[in-house]
Every structure is written in C-alpha cells, then in structure tokens.
C-alpha cells in the first residue's frame, strides 16, 4: 500500500527526493514518516509529519540537512534530504499510521540510498 521510490546513488554534499505514495486507502488523517535501516545496523528514525503538515519531526542527524513534506491530495509524503553523507547511506522506508511513538502500522517497500565520500 506504501510505495516508496527516488533511492539512488549520489556523491557527498549531493540530493535526492524520496517520493512514497499511497494506494488502497487515504492516510490525509495519520501521521508519514520515513525511518531508514543501515547495513549492520537497527532500523531508526527519521522524520515524521503530522496530517495537516502542522508538525514536523527529525533525528538530529538529519536536522537541517533534510525535509519532509506530504500532499494529501495526492495521498504521498516525500523527503528532500541535501548535503547527503556517507552516514545516510541506508534502506530508507515510509510509514504511515502511527499506533504509538516509533510504532506504525503500514511500512512500504524500502528504497536504498547509497552516498559515495
């Protein structure tokens, strides 16, 4: 139901923008987000937005250097991230429908990012 796309690969200090779009039902009233999952390492947090776009939230890793957005109209949330780092080479994921804190009910597919130093 979640479809994320717009991973690649890209060298330090360079962009991309995570696109993730929803089918089979409207998310206009939950919480989106993205977390993301490096090799070795424990799927953590990565920003989160809540349904009218009011709040915003973000790891202190990705402060400053990412945002996130959403368009309900079009049943999507996206993430600019800029001034990427080899560090935020991962398997980034949306989610939608916060039960509680880190905790969501959908995920979607993963799409992998891979920043070159």
């Known amino acids: 139901q979640l479809q994320a796309s717009g991973g690649g690969l890209v060298q330090a200090g360079g962009s991309l923008r995570l696109s993730c779009t929803a089918s089979g039902r409207t998310f206009s009233g939950s919480v989106m987000g993205w977390f993301r999952q490096a090799p070795g390492k424990e799927r953590e947090f990565v920003a989160t937005?809540?349904?009218?776009?009011?709040?915003?939230a973000y790891a202190d890793s990705v402060k400053g250097r990412f945002t996130i957005s959403r368009d309900n109209a079009k049943n999507a949330v996206y993430l600019q991230m800029n001034s990427l780092k080899p560090e935020d080479t991962a398997v980034y994921y949306c989610?939608?429908?916060?039960?509680?804190?880190?905790?969501?009910?959908?995920w979607g597919q993963g799409t992998q990012v891979t920043v070159s130093s």
């Open positions: 937005v809540t349904w009218n776009s009011g709040i915003t």
């Open positions: 989610v939608a429908d916060r039960l509680r804190g880190n905790s969501f009910r959908y």
